[in-house]
């Protein structure tokens, strides 16, 4: 499978703890995005990448959350002291810098903070 | 800000029926246009984009800058065309998605 791919699929953890979410970026895209989904919600942009440099944080991104592409290829997403509110699917997608515009979506890793 | 409409919830027709999501937007610039889709199981795809201008799977829509519309199309619904369908925005310079909250399009047999 050549497309975005994320892991864990499904993470399930208590308040308070954190969690480490990965996404494998299609080879040689160069930007990478991670949204949250949460139910009867659209993709909500969380951040993203060009290369290993993030470019822009959503207000959505609070102190908790931190994302880093240290080589420009794969990405973690990590929440520190999980909250009940941030059980959501967790979206990751990558785009090509030249060419077409269009962000290819990985399946996401679903959270639920018990 | 940057914002994406998408009024119904959920959309149900039977087979061959013709089909019109709306989407409505607000942008203060040149947005570019898409329609993602999700089938059952399946990860969020593009259908189109209105760049492209082109017809994918029998869907079509125009971008309507004067209504600032994007309504997606087709003249007689499948019913392998049952998904959950986002309209999203981005602004010219491979920047971040907006999504709307999607429409449910169900086709009954």
């Known amino acids: 499978d050549t497309g975005v791919s994320q892991n864990p699929r499904h993470k399930i953890t208590k308040r308070g703890q954190n969690v480490t979410f990965r996404c494998d970026p299609i080879s040689e895209h160069n930007r990478l995005y991670w949204y949250r989904q949460t139910l009867g919600q659209g993709p909500e942009f969380l951040t993203y990448?060009?290369?290993?440099?993030?470019?822009?944080k959503s207000r959505l991104l609070s102190d908790r959350f931190s994302a880093e592409r240290p080589k420009g290829s794969f990405s973690t997403l990590e929440i520190q002291r999980t909250e009940q509110g941030d059980s959501a699917m967790y979206l990751c997608?990558?785009?090509?810098?030249?060419?077409?515009?269009?962000?290819?979506f990985g399946a996401g890793t679903r959270l639920s903070v018990l | 800000a940057q914002r994406v409409t998408q009024p119904e919830k959920l959309l149900s027709v039977f087979k061959g029926a013709p089909v019109e999501l709306k989407c409505n937007y607000s942008?203060?610039?040149?947005?570019?246009l898409f329609w993602y889709v999700q089938y059952s199981r399946q990860r969020l795809q593009l259908l189109l984009r209105h760049i492209s201008r082109e017809s994918i799977k029998g869907f079509t829509a125009d971008l309507n800058k004067g209504e600032t519309s994007f309504h997606l199309k087709k003249p007689f619904a499948q019913e392998e065309d049952s998904a959950m369908y986002y309209c999203?925005?981005?602004?010219?310079?491979?920047?971040?998605?907006?999504f709307g909250t999607g429409t449910r399009l169900l086709v009954s047999p």
């Open positions: 990448f060009q290369n290993e440099a993030q470019l822009e």
């Open positions: 942008y203060s610039g040149s947005p570019e």
């Open positions: 999203a925005l981005t602004s010219l310079g491979f920047q971040k998605l907006v």
């Open positions: 997608a990558s785009s090509p810098r030249t060419g077409e515009n269009i962000q290819y």
